[in-house]
Nanobody
Framework: QVHFVESGGGLVQPGGSLRLSCAAS????????MAWYRKAPGKERELVAA????????NYADFAKARFTISRDNAENTVDLQMNSLEPEDTAVYYC??????????WGQGTQVTVSS
């Protein structure tokens, strides 16, 4: 069955960096576009970045452009998110999933990112 394990979150000061990683299993990873999402307190889950099956194309939410980079390793079934120049507004729980995953889909536990001085 589908399973995601997100890791790499933590507490970081504004302007700092974090690299999130997601280990996926239970499906043919290389056949799916993947994405990172985030959910901040009191807000709906939103798309952060997505990447196509072979990693040739990516797209980012406006807030993530020029700061975040999504990548994947189909040999390891992982998808990463490098986050630079973090801001307090980036504080959220970050999740990975297939692109266009619905709220009814399986979601992992996510990894908490807190940006604070």
């Amino acid at each position: 069955q589908v399973h995601f394990v997100e890791s790499g979150g933590g507490l970081v000061q504004p302007g700092g960096s974090l690299r999130l990683s997601c280990a996926a299993s239970g499906f043919m990873f290389e056949n799916y576009a993947m994405a990172w999402y985030r959910k901040a307190p009191g807000k709906e889950r939103e798309l952060v970045a997505a990447i196509t099956t072979l990693g040739f194309y990516t797209n980012y939410a406006d807030f993530a452009k020029a700061r975040f980079t999504i990548s994947r390793d189909n040999a390891e079934n992982t998808v990463d998110l490098q986050m630079n120049s973090l801001e307090p507004e980036d504080t959220a729980v970050y999740y990975c999933n297939k692109q266009r995953a619905s709220e009814d889909a399986y979601w992992g536990q996510g990894t908490q990112v807190t940006v604070s001085s």
